[in-house]
């Protein structure tokens, strides 16, 4: 490929001031907005999961105290499902790539796109304010009948959460029009990439299970405003269809931050292993399957609630058979890597830590799917264990993994590869040190969101604190080197990866119009089988 001409400047340069951002309707500049403001709320919910872990060194309030606790507790969590887990991928590389994948020169609507980013800056401040003003000991999923009775003002969180949910359904629409009415001539659905389908069926999920959580968050407030009796006993409603409708959308919102990051995984495993992918039509399978089920398994978080047997025993089985479609694409990721061409790098250790937790956390999700277990383990550390496999450690590994494997394409610049691939090992051994000792914890019995705890289980929270500080190290040197290569790293080139990722045949960083020429696909993505890779050890 040729240069691009000299008088034709990227999306960087295209505009200068910080005016051309912040009106911007260029999809690129919308993806690198998202993506400041989602490490900044990563950065700040990081900071409160440190605070409990020090909290959580001995068995005595020594730091934080019992209230304390509570709502540095509730800042992490909301901070972390609401501000980075469930946006993180979908708003930042997913608004960056899906129509340079697709051959579009932008998203359907890209008003729609910055008004988006707007909703969810506004969200988010709300509800940081409210965090902090507030003092809200609630926890993130903010059950009733203690949301609309407790003395903490719950309602700015609330309005916050729904304004952002608001933001993500506007994403979802906007994306699942961009796949349907603007793929360049050539891209059929079977030849669209998996980041793509990735995309696609997370797009459906924001679009139908979010209204669900914006109608019960208003309820809430509603409810603790005007004391109607909806979710509270005393005043004749009913907490068990609070959770019902709370968990309709938040357990399918585990795949909000899932799905896209196993797309993330599907497009990292093919550019360096040089191989086509073991199956296509499998992991698109997945995907697909994997949207639909997570809608009917709900129920398998309150065995505990009353429920019926049969009942429970419907929501169990359903919730293992995600298990099966995802047991498919772990498959297809090993069947991809199996004899390839592979080239160590950071992005790639980051894909087989993904793989690592997504079959640890689902493992120990079809535990906690079976009744009589889940009845042993509910509200204990073990439960804390495998949300963070599952949710933040699959999610986590997936974000770094596109954050690592895209940012020449979106900077036009490289980072070192050794200190890269130091901190992904550094992480990974820190997250698996920090949340294994829970799951000891749960089997022993000890229940969550507690300050205090008996002394025996103080050695298990000593290691899961040790690793939290390796995290912490982490974190820490990735921000250190990216710094560095934003401002002095080499340039990368088009393509430094020698991806065939559709992605890769615009320049790097793309132009504002994404191509100098209108693409069309003639071949099938991922095609690794007319070029003879070399092979690194």
């Known amino acids: ?136 000991d609630t926890g993130w999923t903010f059950y009733t009948p203690y949301s609309t009775t407790s003395g903490t003002d719950v309602l700015p969180i609330l309005v916050g959460v729904f304004i952002i949910g608001f933001s993500s359904i506007l994403t979802g629409l906007n994306f699942i029009v961009t796949v349907h009415t603007l793929r360049a001539p050539g891209l059929t659905w079977m030849r669209m990439p998996l980041f793509v389908w990735a995309l696609y069926g997370t797009s ?98 309150m065995f505990v609630a009353g429920q019926s047997v049969a009942g429970s025993g419907a929501f169990g089985a359903l919730s ?44 120990t999700g079809v535990a906690v799917a079976t009744t009589s277990a889940d009845v042993h383990w509910h509200d204990t550390y073990f439960v804390v264990g495998h949300f963070h496999y599952i949710m933040v450690g699959s999610a986590l590994m997936g974000f770094l993994a596109a954050l690592h494997y895209w940012f020449p394409k979106m900077f036009g610049r490289m980072y070192p590869s050794g200190p890269a691939i130091g901190s992904a090992v550094l992480i990974i051994f820190g997250f698996i040190v920090t949340f294994l000792p829970h799951f000891l914890l749960g089997n022993m019995g000890m229940p969550r969101r507690y300050a205090t705890y008996p002394a025996e289980f103080q050695a298990l929270h000593v290691a899961s604190t040790a690793g939290a500080s390796l995290l912490a190290y982490g974190f820490l040197g990735i921000a250190g080197y990216l710094v560095w290569a934003l401002v002095k790293g080499p340039l990368a080139g088009d393509n430094p990866w020698r991806s065939h990722g559709y992605e890769w045949a615009s320049h790097s960083p793309p132009p504002a119009a994404n191509f100098l020429t209108p693409p069309e696909f003639e071949r099938e993505p991922h095609d690794y089988t007319v070029v003879e890779a070399p092979r690194v050890y």
């Open 204 to 301: 459906l999920i924001q679009v139908l299970a979010t209204p669900i959580l914006g109608m019960v968050l208003l309820l809430v407030a509603v409810e603790r405003v005007a004391g109607i009796g909806l979710f509270d006993v005393g005043r004749g409603g009913d907490p068990v269809l609070f959770q019902h409708l709370f968990w309709f959308y938040s357990h399918p919102a585990v795949y909000i931050m899932i799905l896209p990051t196993m797309g993330v995984l599907s497009e990292v495993i093919c550019a360096f292993s040089r191989k086509n992918p073991f199956s296509y039509r499998m992991i698109v399978l997945g995907t697909v399957g994997i949207a639909f089920v997570g809608f009917f398994s709900w129920g398998h978080h």
């Open 320 to 363: 293992m058979l995600v298990a099966i479609f995802t047991s498919i694409k772990v498959f297809t990721w090993i069947g991809t890597l199996y004899r390839g061409s592979i080239v160590l790098s950071a992005p790639l250790v980051y894909a087989l830590g993904f793989i690592f937790f997504i079959f640890f956390g689902g493992m």
């Open 1 to 136: 490929m040729s240069p691009p001409p000299a008088e034709v400047p990227s999306y960087l340069t295209a505009e200068a001031g910080l005016w051309s951002w912040l009106r911007t309707k260029d999809h690129k500049r919308i993806g690198v907005l998202y993506l400041v403001l989602v490490l900044l709320f990563f950065a700040l919910g990081g900071f409160f999961a440190l605070a409990l872990r020090l909290e959580l060194l001995t068995p005595e309030p020594d730091v934080l105290g019992p209230m304390a606790y509570n709502r540095a507790f509730t800042l992490h969590g909301v901070i972390m499902v609401w501000l980075f887990l469930i946006p993180s991928v979908p708003t930042t590389f997913g608004n960056f790539l899906l129509p340079i994948m697709v051959g579009a020169r932008d998203v359907a609507f890209p008003r729609l796109n910055l008004f988006s980013w707007y909703l969810f800056a506004a969200g988010g401040v709300i509800t940081l304010w409210g965090l902090f003003q507030g003092g809200a």
